[in-house]
């Protein structure tokens, strides 16, 4: 047997003394002193008695660190859990129960409060920090910088992403190292990248489009990456120059268009922009073409899934479209309530088959049969249609999911926050257009009888339970909710009366 992730992503590189991360001080990582950081990090969860298939819940700070944590977990055979480092307590407890977590990773200034949590789960605790110390990286310094990888086949776990829908917690998707696989070596030939590549990263390492699309191409190409911690207008500015390729959210695209800095001489260097995780408007495509000349390049993914359309790299980048299938991967627009495919330009539900799409939801096999069809279909709860020239549009969701700067905000986990909340009778949580983050949360509250419903006050206690960009930037009181004649609220009609809430004045 072999470790098709691990041999062909990173085994490639063992031993190679060329650049892979290049840090904001200037300092280079090279593929060699990063790979035996991570065969250290391996040995210490060897030493911590993991075994393969065991689950690693990482909620650290994104840093060269952090990046070798994902490769020693795929060389040792051990499900990677990447948390957003906004995740409360509350949200961090729930994914260590529920994906049964051996580990915890964390940064050293979280261990007090996430220590009940690993006790009551019977999880190891262990620290690591921005700048890669901690209890765990103290272990790691006398361990051998070799580690034999352990076999796995490409049916094996290699990651589980927490998603949600509308209803009910969130659920574990379980990815397998085929998956990831397949997905980054579509993408590395249909975006074009080589070992000339260099990426500006700015992306979070906890999400789907940082870690298993920016990380595994560049890992695949032997691209190298200029590594930031988080998005800096003016360090992306600096380094624009010495980069040939950036990946963003809609956001990135946004700040760098109000920056007078940001020319076509700035960019001229560059040979692609891509924008993902939300839509990116009509008029910021206008925009930036103008300013610079290039197309940027949308594309179509999901935590299930990876990424599942592209616009082309030679052909026409059509904006308000996400492009065509990836190789190997199927789109379909179906009917909603009967499944059937409908024809061409018709509006329905897309659903999507592939290499790339995940095994199920960790231990929720009616959930898993009721959107991962026995086909291979998975039913992704987006509605789109395709044109006459195959170009796939997305037209809304059929869950009510909100996009937020990139971040998948799911309404139901608010709205049972919001329900708590003294004197609210019942909530409602829609996502609203935002000039900056594409869309927003708003809360709609209904109080309960005589009670007087203080805003301010709730604001404050949500934000207690609920990472920063979960929280409703604005709370608003109605009589009572617009429901149909079946008692269900009608969403719609409410993200119509707000859409123009966060408008321009």
């Known amino acids: 047997m072999a470790n098709p992730l691990y041999d062909t992503l990173f085994g490639q590189h063992l031993g190679k003394t060329t650049p892979f991360l290049e840090l904001a001080d200037g300092a ?5 002193d990063y790979l035996e950081r991570a065969a250290q990090y391996a040995h210490v969860f060897t030493q911590l008695g993991l075994k393969p298939g065991d689950r690693v819940a990482v909620q650290i700070g994104k840093s060269p660190q952090a990046l070798a944590v994902y490769a020693a977990c795929v060389q040792s055979g051990l499900v990677f859990l990447p948390l957003n480092t906004a995740y409360t ?15 915890i990773l964390c940064d050293a200034k979280r261990s007090e409060e996430l220590e009940p949590i690993a006790e009551a789960t019977g999880a190891v605790l262990e620290t690591m920090n921005n700048d890669g110390s901690g209890s765990f990286a103290l272990q790691a310094e006398v361990m051998p910088s070799t580690f034999s990888t352990v076999d796995r086949s490409e ?20 990815l397998t190292q085929g998956n990831l696989l397949s997905n980054c070596q579509a993408l590395t030939r249909e975006w074009q990248f080589t070992s000339d590549d260099i990426l500006l990263h700015a992306l979070p390492i906890f999400h789907t489009h940082g870690l298993f699309v920016a990380t595994n191409i560049s890992l695949l190409a032997g691209s ?7 998005f800096d207008l003016d360090v992306i500015i600096d ?3 010495s980069a040939t390729t950036m990946m963003g959210v809609p956001t990135f695209y946004t700040r760098l268009l109000e920056d007078a800095r940001f020319t076509k001489e700035l960019a001229k260097g560059m040979r692609l922009f891509v924008s993902g995780s939300a839509p990116l408007l009509a008029e910021t495509h206008v925009q930036f073409e103008d300013r610079t000349g290039h197309r940027i390049l949308e594309r179509y993914g999901m935590t299930e899934t990876n990424m599942n359309t592209s616009n082309p790299y030679v052909g026409e980048r059509r904006a308000g479209t996400v492009g065509f299938p990836l190789p190997g991967i199927e789109i379909k627009i179906t009917d909603s309530d009967s499944g059937a495919t409908l024809p061409q330009g018709e509006i329905g539900e897309i659903e999507v088959r592939g290499p790339n799409v995940f095994k199920g939801y960790w231990q929720m096999p009616e959930k898993t049969a009721e959107e991962l069809r026995e086909d291979g279909f998975f039913i992704t709860g987006d509605l789109g249609q395709i044109d006459d020239d195959g170009y796939l549009h997305i037209v809304g969701r059929n869950k009510d999911l909100i996009i937020s700067g990139g971040y998948n905000i799911y309404p139901k986990e608010i709205e ?4 708590d909340e003294e004197g609210v009778l019942e909530s409602a949580v829609i996502g609203v257009p935002h000039p900056d983050f594409g869309e927003t949360v708003v809360g ?6 005589g009670a007087e419903l203080d805003l301010e006050a709730i604001k404050k206690s949500v934000g207690t339970s ?12 109605l009589p009572e909710l617009p429901r149909n004649t079946m008692g269900k609220v009608q969403k719609k009609e409410l993200r119509d009366d707000y859409k123009d809430l966060f408008a321009p004045a």
């Open 466 to 477: 609920l990472a920063r960009f979960k929280q409703p930037q604005k709370l608003v009181v």
């Open 28 to 32: 280079i990582i090279s593929h060699s």
């Open 155 to 174: 049916d094996d776990l290699a990651a589980f992403l927490y998603t949600s829908g509308t209803t009910g917690r969130s659920k574990g998707a379980m």
């Open 416 to 419: 049972l926050i919001l329900d």
């Open 239 to 241: 380094r624009m120059p």
């Open 444 to 449: 709609v509250l209904v109080a309960e009888a």
């Open 89 to 103: 307590p509350d949200e961090v407890s729930y994914f260590v129960e529920n994906s049964g977590a051996r580990v």
């Open 224 to 230: 190298k990456i200029i590594f930031m911690p988080k």
